[in-house]
């Protein structure tokens, strides 16, 4: 029987379509035929820009500026599968050509307290030290928000689970899902993102926001609400703001988040921006991305559909919206959600996209100059629309964990 918390808050379990246990990733699709000159084609790229199924891609770039990471959901990874794998992790030099370089989770470093429903994971460089965050089920059939630190500092893993959840709410149907660390630039700060739901107050979708400790593995401040759905954006949003991103910009915060359903052509990204990470934050009437309904409507094709839950790079002074979408036709279906990249425009203060894009695009223009990282200073041991934006520019402990003491300096 369908779960109905799942299918009223997150869509159906239909939209998890693809099983990514033995994925071959590809790369974006070579220009070097359109092009007779093979250096011009290196300039330009065609989404998607992983052309398998690659849901909620969180990508940063690597501490060291040698490329960037991305890490995506897996759909049907479970403690009890055969060959239990989670979390996919990606490496690129160009945010246009991607290779799989490991998982996150495998059977030896599985987290004892969760089972499955693996989402949205991030991996960020926090102060230092790699940890992943995600949403995972634990047994008791909640969703929740865990996080994993990468033993030797690598990247690239392993990986190995704190031992207990980092965020929980027992009030929530839907669970606590889609993590998301920002450090803030102006005041060195560093907090966590989530989205859930009060049912009780008949609230469907809220972000919240909640100071971390330095070390990103427990919290010195009290959650905070910064943006919730409701019915006066029932239109725009359906009850749906999910899956934020924070970026920071002439003394602006820009909170990116998605709405509607994951599982249907009206998915898509939206932004509000507030001075202060706490709010208030303003919606745009205008969404950063959506499907290109325009070209629909005349009754002509359109490649993607649904384009949501996005990332945002920044390279060379630019914003990149990296993000997933369906291929139009194919909802619910192989080959899933790809992962594909814009670039990001501002009009009158509001960064937008449009529509996905898929023709030739000019290349980010990056510049991957290696750095040496500093070790990392924290202690590791056990811890007991009206508006325009400025225009300046419990579970069980799991026998294999990160271990905080083991690490002392």
Same mark, same amino acid.
């Given at each position: 029987?369908?779960?109905?918390?799942?299918?009223?808050?997150? #869509?159906? +379990?239909?939209?998890?379509?693809?099983?990514? *246990?033995?994925?071959?990733?590809?790369?974006?699709?070579?220009?070097?035929?359109?092009?007779?000159?093979?250096?011009?084609?290196?300039n330009?790229?065609?989404?998607?820009?992983i $052309?398998?199924?690659?849901?909620?891609?969180?990508?940063?770039?690597?501490?060291? #500026?040698?490329?960037?990471?991305?890490?995506?959901?897996?759909?049907?990874?479970?403690k009890?599968?055969?060959?239990?794998?989670?979390?996919?992790?990606?490496?690129?030099?160009?945010?246009?050509?991607?290779?799989?370089?490991?998982?996150?989770?495998?059977?030896?470093?599985?987290?004892?307290?969760?089972?499955?429903?693996?989402?949205?994971?991030?991996?960020?460089?926090?102060? &230092?030290?790699?940890?992943?965050?995600?949403?995972?089920?634990?047994?008791? %059939?909640?969703?929740?928000?865990?996080?994993?630190?990468?033993?030797?500092?690598?990247?690239? &893993?392993?990986?190995?689970?704190?031992?207990r959840?980092?965020?929980?709410?027992?009030? *929530?149907?839907?669970?606590v899902?889609?993590?998301?660390y920002?450090?803030?630039?102006?005041? %060195?700060?560093?907090?966590?993102?989530?989205? !859930?739901?009060?049912?009780?107050?008949?609230?469907?979708?809220?972000?919240?926001?909640?100071?971390?400790?330095? /070390?990103?593995?427990?919290?010195? #401040?009290?959650?905070? !609400?910064?943006?919730?759905?409701?019915?006066?954006?029932?239109?725009?949003?359906?009850?749906?703001?999910?899956?934020?991103?924070?970026? =920071?910009? &002439?003394g602006? =915060?820009?909170?990116f988040?998605?709405?509607a359903?994951?599982?249907?052509?009206?998915y898509h990204?939206?932004?509000?921006? /507030?001075? *202060?990470?706490?709010?208030?934050?303003?919606? /745009?009437?205008?969404?950063?991305?959506?499907?290109?309904?325009?070209?629909?409507?005349? &009754?002509h094709?359109?490649?993607?559909? %649904?384009?949501?839950?996005?990332?945002?790079? +920044?390279?060379?002074?630019?914003?990149?919206?990296? =993000?997933?979408?369906?291929?139009?036709?194919?909802?619910?279906?192989?080959?899933?959600?790809l992962?594909l990249?814009?670039?990001? /425009?501002?009009?009158?203060?509001?960064?937008?996209?449009?529509?996905? $894009?898929?023709?030739?695009?000019?290349?980010?223009r990056?510049?991957?100059?290696?750095?040496k990282?500093?070790?990392?200073?924290?202690?590791r041991?056990p811890?007991?629309?009206d508006?325009?934006?400025?225009?300046?520019?419990?579970?069980? *402990?799991?026998?294999?964990?990160?271990?905080?003491?083991?690490?002392?300096?």
């Amino acid at each position: 029987m369908m779960d109905v918390k799942q299918h009223l808050l997150m #869509g159906t +379990e239909m939209a998890n379509c693809c099983d990514d *246990s033995n994925m071959n990733m590809k790369e974006a699709r070579s220009l070097d035929a359109g092009f007779a000159d093979s250096s011009v084609a290196q300039n330009f790229y065609v989404n998607p820009v992983i $052309s398998e199924n690659a849901p909620d891609p969180g990508v940063v770039r690597l501490a060291d #500026g040698s490329g960037w990471v991305a890490v995506a959901t897996s759909d049907h990874s479970s403690k009890h599968s055969p060959d239990p794998r989670a979390f996919p992790m990606y490496f690129s030099k160009d945010l246009i050509h991607w290779e799989v370089r490991s998982w996150v989770f495998v059977r030896e470093t599985w987290p004892a307290w969760a089972r499955d429903n693996m989402w949205a994971p991030e991996l960020h460089n926090v102060n &230092g030290r790699y940890i992943v965050y995600y949403a995972a089920r634990d047994f008791r %059939g909640q969703t929740v928000v865990g996080a994993a630190v990468s033993e030797d500092n690598d990247p690239f &893993g392993r990986y190995l689970d704190i031992g207990r959840p980092l965020v929980s709410s027992r009030e *929530s149907m839907g669970g606590v899902i889609d993590p998301h660390y920002f450090k803030d630039p102006a005041t %060195g700060r560093n907090y966590l993102l989530w989205k !859930e739901d009060k049912p009780l107050a008949l609230q469907t979708s809220i972000i919240m926001i909640r100071e971390l400790h330095p /070390s990103g593995l427990h919290f010195i #401040g009290r959650p905070r !609400e910064i943006l919730a759905s409701s019915l006066g954006n029932l239109l725009e949003e359906r009850l749906v703001a999910e899956a934020p991103w924070m970026m =920071y910009r &002439g003394g602006n =915060y820009y909170l990116f988040y998605s709405s509607a359903w994951f599982s249907e052509m009206k998915y898509h990204i939206r932004v509000a921006v /507030s001075r *202060s990470v706490f709010g208030p934050f303003y919606r /745009s009437h205008t969404p950063v991305i959506t499907t290109d309904w325009a070209a629909l409507h005349q &009754g002509h094709n359109c490649s993607f559909v %649904g384009p949501g839950h996005g990332s945002v790079a +920044e390279v060379d002074g630019e914003w990149w919206l990296l =993000y997933h979408a369906w291929v139009n036709g194919k909802i619910n279906s192989s080959p899933g959600r790809l992962m594909l990249m814009d670039k990001v /425009s501002w009009r009158n203060g509001w960064p937008v996209v449009g529509v996905p $894009s898929d023709t030739p695009q000019p290349a980010p223009r990056v510049n991957n100059i290696k750095r040496k990282q500093s070790r990392s200073q924290i202690s590791r041991r056990p811890f007991t629309s009206d508006f325009t934006p400025s225009q300046q520019h419990h579970p069980q *402990s799991s026998s294999k964990y990160f271990s905080f003491s083991s690490t002392v300096p």
